[in-house]
């Protein structure tokens, strides 16, 4: 019987499995932020918005990894491999910290001006929906750059489990709205948020500059 596990792969399988699985990341949160930032808007939900501006983060990590597969194939040369690797490794840490400073300012405001966010049904349903899409990209993911070994592509795998994260923090924050009327739930679910953005950052900057000695 034949092992199907990414380690027993050729190269050009398992590049070829990582750029499916990155095509399917950025289609998944074009999608999801269009859906997030809308909903978020109408409802004037901070978590839903922050969560939709975290997709539009995915899609730039997920585009950045792209753009290290397709310069960098499984022919290229290990040095332009690893070189590609630590530029994108290095661009997706720093999409954290963008991400984490957007959530900090937007929420923080909800919560001075004491900010009152209307249900949205749209968005519990995404939250539930992403809860479930996230860990399995994730996972696929993570086996793929482990085995490839490129950290940029499990440095992405990262941020996709940081999604399945959000979604439940979003759950969390837009339920107890809904169905207990807490308003001040849904921006500080968004603020629980930052303090795993900035530790993943750190910790993909920190790898790269690893890489780079």
């Known amino acids: 019987m034949r092992d199907s596990t990414p380690g027993t792969k050729s190269p050009v399988h398992l590049h070829r499995t990582a750029l499916r699985l990155e095509w399917a990341t950025t289609l998944w949160n074009v999608i999801e ?33 792209l753009i290290r597969l397709i310069k960098a194939g499984p022919d290229a040369p290990l040095d332009e491999q690893l070189e590609m690797d630590r530029r994108a490794h290095l661009l997706v840490g720093v ?11 937007d929420a923080g405001q909800a919560v001075l001006r004491r900010s009152e966010s209307e249900g949205s049904a749209v968005g519990i349903a995404l939250a539930i ?7 399995v990209l994730a996972t696929f993911k993570q086996r793929t750059g482990r085995a490839m070994g490129s950290r940029a592509l499990e440095a ?9 994260y959000l979604s439940a923090t979003l759950l969390i924050g837009l339920g107890l709205n809904a169905w207990l009327g807490w308003w001040w739930a ?27 000695d």
């Open 33 to 65: 932020a269009a859906v997030a930032i809308g909903s978020g808007t109408v409802a004037g939900s901070a978590a839903l918005i922050a969560f939709g501006a975290d997709s539009l983060i995915e899609v730039s990590s997920a585009v950045v990894v």
């Open 186 to 212: 849904d921006p500080v679910a968004a603020l629980a948020m930052v303090p795993f953005m900035v530790w993943q950052g750190w910790d993909a900057l920190s790898e790269a500059r690893s890489d780079d």
């Open 95 to 105: 999409t954290f910290f963008l991400l984490a400073a957007y959530v900090v300012v």
């Open 156 to 164: 992405d795998a990262m941020e996709t489990w940081l999604c399945a």
């Open 129 to 135: 929906a992403s809860l479930i899409a996230m860990p």
